[in-house]
């Protein structure tokens, strides 16, 4: 792994990805995200072309397929894409499920109704999300749908000077300390919205909509609705 990589990169294989929905699925959030993806899902033309990176198990892709949709489900772990061949063993016209890396995806430009990027953003950091916008916008041709969990909207640590938030950083992280879950292994980041949104312009990007879902460790869970600026 060169070090222009994140660790998550590596880290969904073996039983990490076989009980990947097993550990989350009694999650309060994840119906909530079912919900939320299934009124995206209807409010999308049948025939419309979904691109679902990163895949995962392919949590989302039998509620897309179920509206008459498209689905290109691509994941950088061939484990989690073996989930989703479990639950899709048939081939079809309609689910094309290959590896592939978001930073270089190998999918034609301006040819994806929507890209629909789920529990992704918070296992990178900012560098690398400046890599993967791009790609993101040169294969939309509709909306672009970000989920991030979680963000850092405001409070005392978004607004300190720099050199304090580095101080206050650590202490914070051991008061609002999380219990341990099966995934506390994977180094996550949990981004100031206002970093994310100048990656958005830098990317021409335009934000037609910012939901909160829920709270997670007491940040805002948010979805970004984004289209490519015309100018």
């Not at 850092?152 to 992280?173: D, I, Y």
């Amino acid at each position: 792994m060169s070090s222009t990589d994140y660790q998550a990169k590596s880290a969904y294989h073996g039983e990490t990805a076989a009980r990947y929905d097993q550990d989350r699925v009694g999650e309060p959030l994840w119906q909530v995200e079912q919900d939320f993806v299934g009124k995206l899902a209807a409010d999308l033309a049948p025939g419309s072309l979904v691109l679902d990176v990163p895949a995962g198990t392919g949590r989302f892709v039998e509620l897309l397929l179920a509206r008459g949709l498209k689905v290109q489900a691509l994941d950088i772990s061939e484990d989690m894409l073996a989930e989703v061949r479990k639950r899709h063993p048939g081939a079809t016209p309609s689910l094309l499920i290959a590896a592939a890396d978001a930073e270089h995806l190998p999918v034609a430009d301006a040819s994806v109704d929507c890209v629909l990027s789920w529990r992704f953003f918070h296992l990178l950091p900012l560098a690398t999300i400046d890599r993967v916008l791009p790609e993101f916008r040169r294969v939309a041709r509709g909306r672009i749908v970000i989920q991030v969990l979680p963000v850092r909207t405001g409070g005392l640590v978004t607004r300190a000077p720099r050199a304090l938030k580095a101080l206050l950083r650590p202490l914070w992280r051991r008061i609002r300390k999380a219990p341990a879950t099966p995934w506390s292994h994977i180094p996550s980041f949990t981004h100031a919205e206002r970093d994310l949104l100048k990656l958005f312009a830098r990317h021409r990007l335009t934000v037609v909509s910012a939901v909160t879902l829920a709270t997670y460790n007491g940040f805002p869970v948010r979805v970004y609705t984004l289209e490519r600026a015309s100018t």
